[in-house]
Every structure is written in C-alpha cells, then in structure tokens.
Nanobody, 119 residues
Framework: QVQLAESGGGSVQAGGSLRVSCVAS????????MSWFRQVPGNEREGVAG????????YYADSVMGRFTVGRDSAKNTIFLQMNGLKPEDGGIYYC????????????WGRGTQVTVSS
C-alpha cells in the first residue's frame, strides 16, 4: 500500500525560510511525478510545484516562482520543497501528491503539514 508522509512544516516570520519533505513508501519503482499543493481553509487546493521523475524537470505556480525550489532527495520517491522569502499568503496546509503513471492523475496524497507565515 502506497503512503505519503509530509514533514517539516512550522511557523516562520515573513521573509523567512522553511523546507518541507515528502516520503513515499510502499512503491518499489519511481512515480511518474510528485507535486506539492497547498490549501487555506475556505479556499480550493492549489498546485504549488512539482517534479517529473523521468527527466527531473520541475514546474511552479507563478506565485512562488523564484522563491520556492522543488526537487528529489537521494532516497527513492522522496521530494522536498525549499521555501524562501515566505509571505503570509504562502501559509496553509501543504500536501504532497503522487501520480503513478502519465495521465492517471494524482492518486496518492499525504495528510499535509501546516505552514504558518506571520507578518
């Protein structure tokens, strides 16, 4: 059974940095891609950043471009999100998601980790 687990959230002042990680267990080979989403109560979940495992290419929401970096860790099916220059509007619950193969959509989700940015 595939499970995703996020870690590394916390509280920081505006302008600070945080790094969140996601570890996937229960899958012997690579996913097609893994991504980060965030959600603020009352708002829809939005995509933040992601990475494709075949070529390592990454993508970002416009709102975080240049401030956030997504990548793979050395461990299998593990990704991180380095968040610099945090703004209050970056706060929310950050979820990790994984797509097993192209076109299947994000089938697997973690439970999320809270990020709070104070002004």
């Amino acid at each position: 059974q595939v499970q995703l687990a996020e870690s590394g959230g916390g509280s920081v002042q505006a302008g600070g940095s945080l790094r969140v990680s996601c570890v996937a267990s229960g899958k012997p080979d690579d996913f097609y891609r893994m991504s980060w989403f965030r959600q603020v109560p009352g708002n829809e979940r939005e995509g933040v950043a992601g990475v494709y495992f075949d070529d390592g290419s990454t993508y970002y929401a416009d709102s975080v471009m240049g401030r956030f970096t997504v990548g793979r860790d050395s461990a299998k099916n593990t990704i991180f999100l380095q968040m610099n220059g945090l703004k209050p509007e970056d706060g929310g619950i950050y979820y990790c998601a994984a797509e097993e193969s192209r076109g299947r959509g994000f089938e697997y989700w973690g439970r999320g980790t809270q990020v709070t940015v104070s002004s």
